[in-house]
């Protein structure tokens, strides 16, 4: 299975009520980080056989912006495993559940989403291996019970690549 790891957009400040923090949209930025992430998935090929989010609002519309973009036009699933109090256990038992698919996005939250990718990677490691901010995404191999990073996508590095296709000047053309 390949697995795609993605912490959703940025979404400005914290709210100390954690049930205006749940409803806590994306912000500018981090809707266009979803669109970027999106249309470099598209250059990748990549696509989606099952999406699955945190159902807190930042979550789920960074699922929703980023599977638009890409093609996937089936029901969003969410899981619990996947919100800021979910545990490890939880996120194991989800994988279990979508085995059988070949391409699955899991859309999370700091803290877990980033120590599932450790816990992955290397479940012996103390310190953390990868880190993963907002808006970005890791792609991993799962083959019988390990786990091999295939590539991870900061929102930066996305940045800079577009501000770099996107300003070529036109081909100077010799008037010889």
Same mark, same amino acid.
């Given at each position: ?86 545990? +490890? ?61 295939? +590539? ?25």
């Amino acid at each position: 299975m390949n697995l795609y790891l993605l912490r959703h957009g940025s979404a400005g400040q914290r709210k100390m009520n954690q049930i205006l923090d749940h409803k806590r949209p994306l912000d500018k930025e981090g809707k266009e980080q979803c669109i970027l992430l999106g249309r470099a998935l598209n250059s990748l090929k990549v696509q989606f056989d099952v999406v699955i989010s945190s159902p807190l609002k930042r979550a789920l519309q960074t699922a929703a912006l980023v599977g638009t973009e890409t093609g996937f036009e089936k029901k969003i699933q969410l899981s619990q495993a996947l919100t800021p109090d979910g545990t +490890w256990k939880d996120f194991q038992q989800l994988l279990d559940s979508v085995a059988g698919y070949e391409e699955v996005l899991v859309v999370g939250h700091n803290p877990n989403l980033p120590e599932y990718l450790n816990r992955l990677l290397s479940p012996s490691a103390t310190s953390p291996i990868a880190r993963v901010r907002k808006g970005a995404i890791a792609a991993l191999t799962l083959q019988r019970g390990s786990a091999k990073l295939q +590539w991870l996508l900061d929102p930066r590095l996305l940045r800079a690549i577009q501000s770099n296709t996107t300003k070529r000047s036109r081909a100077k053309i010799s008037r010889k």
